[in-house]
């Protein structure tokens, strides 16, 4: 119940293109969501979160779309960049446990 | 914004010996900080979380006595990887939340372990 779903697991996208990365989970206490983004060799870096009360939350070119009922969120990067290749994680946070839940990852190559 | 630093960025070691990896919140005070494990090619797993003076919380299957960790400060926590074997190598990363901010988690840049 702990655990978050994501998908794909690679991705490779055009330069300009749209980059969609989804997650699902099952623990209904989880209180945020954020996407992390890593580059090789270094920690993950907050991208952006969401709270389960928004639907959806834009920042520049990143985009969380929220669906509670179905317990999925997804991450989309508009107007893909070769500085967007990464690998990006999402994560639940439960708010008891002071605890963030990683997805599996999803290494994303945007190509020109 | 809030800011960890963690050290060494990559440290290689004999098998048999100790190292230890410091994580640092340079701009607030982190009552409450993690540790994670990854793997090549895979995700974050959270080893242990420590609160400032008190005994850190280890996951299922994280051995302490390999791993130990003191948070004795609100600015720095540290692990010791003791006895270190090949098979310890691995990226290790560390984190602190800033309780001043809602789901302030701030993530250190990793070290990366070898054991030779």
């Known amino acids: 119940q702990q655990q978050v779903k994501q998908s794909p697991q690679s991705l490779i996208v055009q330069k300009g293109g749209i980059s969609i990365i989804n997650c699902a989970y099952e623990?209904?206490?989880?209180?945020?969501f954020p996407w992390y983004q890593q580059f090789p060799g270094k920690g993950p870096a907050l991208l952006i979160a969401?709270?389960?009360?928004?639907s959806e939350k834009k920042e520049g070119r990143f985009t969380i779309s929220f669906n509670k009922s179905a317990k999925q969120f997804s991450l989309h990067i508009m107007d893909s960049q070769p500085g967007d290749s990464a690998t990006y994680f999402c994560?639940?946070?439960?708010?008891?446990?002071?605890?963030?839940?990683f997805g599996t990852g999803t290494q994303l190559k945007v190509e020109l | 914004g809030a800011v960890v630093s963690q050290h060494p960025s990559r440290v290689i070691c004999k098998s048999g010996t100790s190292v230890k990896i410091e994580c640092r919140s340079l701009?607030?005070?982190?009552?409450?900080m993690f540790w994670y494990r990854q793997f090549p090619k895979k995700s974050l797993m959270l080893m242990a979380t420590?609160?400032?003076?008190?005994?850190?919380?280890?996951e299922q299957g994280v051995e302490k006595d390999k791993f130990l960790i003191n948070h004795a400060s609100l600015t720095l926590s540290t692990l010791t990887v003791t006895s270190a074997h090949p098979e310890d190598s691995s990226f290790y990363i560390c984190?602190?939340?800033?309780?001043?901010?809602?789901?302030?988690?701030?993530f250190g840049s990793g070290t990366r372990l070898t054991v030779v």
């Open positions: 984190s602190a939340r800033d309780p001043v901010r809602n789901y302030g988690y701030t």
């Open positions: 623990n209904t206490a989880f209180d945020y």
């Open positions: 969401i709270r389960p009360d928004v």
């Open positions: 994560a639940a946070h439960t708010g008891g446990g002071n605890k963030l839940t």
């Open positions: 701009d607030f005070q982190a009552t409450t």
């Open positions: 420590s609160n400032e003076g008190s005994k850190a919380t280890y």
